[in-house]
């Protein structure tokens, strides 16, 4: 069973950085299309980010473009998100995904398999 497990989220205030990462087993990460997306309380998940296999491409929301990266590690089974310049509204929490897609992926029904999601808020 495919396993994705998110780690780094937190508590930061507004206008700071935070990094988070996602450790894929179980599967030959280098085959798939990796995501990012969150989901606040009382909201639909949203898309954040997507990184083609090889790393050589990126997609972002309007939402997240120009404060928000998205790389892969494909020796290492890992992708990750740096997020900077943080605003309260990017509170929620964070998933990470897989798809089998040939290329980037922006839509949750695109994505195969999912992590538990972790908690990032950003303070006022």
């Known amino acids: 069973q495919v396993q994705l497990v998110e780690s780094g989220g937190g508590l930061v205030q507004a206008g700071g950085s935070l990094s988070v990462s996602c450790a894929a087993s179980?599967?030959?990460?280098?085959?798939?299309?990796m995501g990012w997306f969150r989901q606040a309380p009382g909201k639909e998940r949203e898309f954040v980010a997507t990184?083609?296999?090889?790393?050589?491409?990126?997609f972002y929301a309007d939402s997240v473009t120009g404060r928000f990266a998205v790389s892969r590690e494909n020796a290492k089974n890992t992708v990750y998100l740096q997020m900077n310049s943080l605003k309260p509204e990017d509170t929620a929490v964070y998933y990470c995904?897989?798809?089998?897609?040939?290329?980037?992926?922006?839509?949750?029904?695109?994505?195969?398999?999912w992590g538990q999601g972790t908690q990032v808020t950003v303070s006022s």
């Open positions: 995904a897989a798809s089998k897609s040939n290329t980037y992926a922006t839509t949750t029904g695109q994505y195969n398999y």
């Open positions: 179980r599967m030959t990460f280098s085959r798939y299309v």
């Open positions: 990184i083609t296999r090889s790393g050589g491409s990126t």
